[in-house]
């Protein structure tokens, strides 16, 4: 049964909305009132919540588990505990007498469960990716069942579901996919009877477990994908991303003061912004959204009244440039095979990529080489010994890839053509086009992303007092990268 047709079982009028609330938006007792605050402000609405990790708990569990398996357990054990101590400390805030022996044994549950996982790998002295899965989402498991006790307490009828039990994935750990007719059936069983009781199921964003029940996550930042995923199968009205700024921006506030909130933008641009860096968005978001048309709308938990962005089908910018993204911690790999490129050396290429969990944003070949730029080089020693005898691997770190995304932007080379004079005191190493029209992107020293993406914003969204921008000029030469 498809996520339309499941819909139409509720009473005319209801419509369901997912509403996702990242780690910022439940970080603490203000926060989590807030949001409170706003899934009883969407009366007549049947709401379902996703909710991530209280802010910073993903990092601590990561820093504990690397810590644990380098035989630092005291320290791993502390850390545990402090996280720990801050949910009940939370709870204590939030959850009335009523229903804190349940919470607390969940919590307490959860504790165990994450001590016994560290007293592990200082035992095996080993974190691979899929004890990694477990270990993160625990912040998750917490998490949402400290937000479902909270909703009750404040008299929202409230759930908790366990994601776990419901969105199945493949086995890469670390970065899984989900097996999507099966979560989607497993999502309808699971929360359509909630829904049918008026009851708003709470889920644990992120996290996954493949079919044979082992845990997986999304990849960080994946709370964003989970809601779309719910959201798909379920048919919602739309998705709400609530975070921690006013919106999809023209670029990261954080590193522009001048950024500006976009109203409207398409499906197409957003995953383009994410998939460029756009941290707002997990990347893989907007493709369930996409797929079954649902609207997501991205709005600040902190700032409710402010209307934030409507990412839909139709929405358009309007602008030329749309927005500027900037992706750090970016490798650009070069792939010398030892033998003329065919298929068969490709393959051998991506698949020793894939095995390793190493996302290849961008590729361009020339003769006998390939350029890659990647997201993480944690993998790349061991990917260039299995590639010894397929090609030789060289690598430089510290780059970020600065991206100006539009609708229809390779259609405009004169935006290339001034954007690259504009940084070219930068250093700027390579200019490389997407394989979409949306993108035009630059490769600058990390040292030097803020300077290249105020510089950009400048010339692209230029303030009430400076001219409009001359779109007149010649073309840009393209080195593909
Ligand atoms: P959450 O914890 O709610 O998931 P994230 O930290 O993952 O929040 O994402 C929100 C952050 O994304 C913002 O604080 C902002 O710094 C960053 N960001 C990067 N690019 C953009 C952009 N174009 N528009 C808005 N925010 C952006
Ligand atoms: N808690 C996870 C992370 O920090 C997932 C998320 O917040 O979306 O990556
Ligand atoms: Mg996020």
Redesign the pocket.
Known sequence: MSGRERQSRFEQGDEVVVM??????VEDATAIRRLIGIVQSRSGALPVLVV?AL?RVTDQLLEAGNAAAKGRLGWALATAREIYVRHERLAEELVGAARRDALDRELRRDFRDLESLLHGLEASRQLDLRCQDHLLGIGECLSSKLVTAALNGAGVEAAQVDARQCIVTDARHGQASPIWELTNQQLQNALLPWLECRQAPVLGGFIASTSDGVPTTLGR?G??FTAAIVGAALGAARVE???????????????CPE?RV?RKMSFDEAAE?AHF??????PATLAPAMRENIPVH?RN?RNPQGEGTEIAARARTGSTVS????KRHVANVEVEPLQAIDSLVLSAIYGAFDRHACTVDVMGTSPGRLSMLVGSTVALPQIAAELKGVAHLRWENHKALVSLVGDNLRRRPEVASRALAAVSDLDVRVSCQGASDRTISFLVEESKVEESVRILHHMFFPGQRDAAPDWGGTSAAFCQV
């Not at 996702?20 to 938006?25: A, D, V, Y």
Request: glycine residues 12%.
């Open positions: 996702k609330f990242g780690g910022t938006s991530s802010a930042g709370s964003d991303i609530w975070t921690d700024v006013d919106g999809v921006m023209t670029t990261d506030p954080k590193l950024a976009i912004m860096g756009a941290k707002v968005l997990h991205v938990s927005a500027i993204t900037a």
